[in-house]
Antibody
């Protein structure tokens, strides 16, 4: 079964750091680009960051550039998001999503991990 | 950034009746390779998003044929021929033509 499972979310104070992980299974992880997409409570979807299959191409939303770092470990079938200098507006459910380049769409999504930034 | 604008933001529909959602992009979604990378996602309550339609009009695996997509350039439409109870949720259009990928605000489909 194709699956993405996020972990690492939680309650964190403003200015602190958190590292999210996404474990992939059921497909050849290193064939695909991967992304993080977030959804603030009661709000819509916001693309956060994406990384190519070999980490050669990386992109960030302006709202997180300079604070968040995406990475992957193909040997461990895992995607990561290092989040530093967290702000209240980063509070959201963070999804990892598989990028099917042939479809040019996010075809598989995890269940998400919740990040709450509050003092 | 490409702005995606959906209308309506809320759509009450009677079971068995059709529904239609529009999505307009602030610039053409035609990629330099000639393809148009517009897709539609469905998010049922309490669930992650699910891919319905890719490249304007292609149904993803397992998606019922009552869902269809159309459009070109900057104007796109998702249609549900006969709404069923399981279709309740929020629908998003999204573009992958240009970084950063962007989403519409979402359209909430509810049953009258």
């Amino acid at each position: 079964e194709v699956q993405l499972v996020e972990s690492g979310g939680g309650l964190v104070q403003p200015g602190r750091s958190l590292r999210l992980s996404c474990a992939a299974s059921g497909f050849t992880f290193d064939d695909y680009a991967m992304h993080w997409v977030r959804q603030a409570p009661g709000k819509g979807l916001e693309w956060v960051s994406g990384i190519s299959w070999n980490s050669g191409s990386i992109g960030y939303a302006d709202s997180v550039k300079g604070r968040f770092t995406i990475s992957r470990d193909n040997a461990k079938n895992s995607l990561y998001l290092q989040m530093n200098s967290l702000r209240a507006e980063d509070t959201a459910l963070y999804y990892c999503a598989k990028d099917n380049q042939q479809l040019a769409a996010f075809d598989i999504w995890g269940q998400g991990t919740m990040v709450t930034v509050s003092s | 950034d490409i702005v995606m604008t959906q209308t309506p933001l809320s759509s009450p529909v009677t079971l068995g009746q059709p529904a239609s959602i529009s999505c307009r992009s602030s610039q053409s979604l035609v990629h330099s390779d000639g393809n148009t990378y517009l897709s539609w996602l469905q998010q049922r309550p309490g669930q992650p998003p699910r891919l319905l339609i890719y490249k304007i009009s292609n149904r993803f695996s397992g998606v019922p044929d009552r869902f269809s997509g159309s459009g070109a350039g900057t104007d796109f439409t998702l249609k549900i021929s006969r709404v069923e109870a399981e279709d309740v949720g929020v629908y998003y259009c999204t573009q992958a033509t240009q970084f950063p990928y962007t989403f519409g605000q979402g359209t909430k489909l509810e049953i009258k």
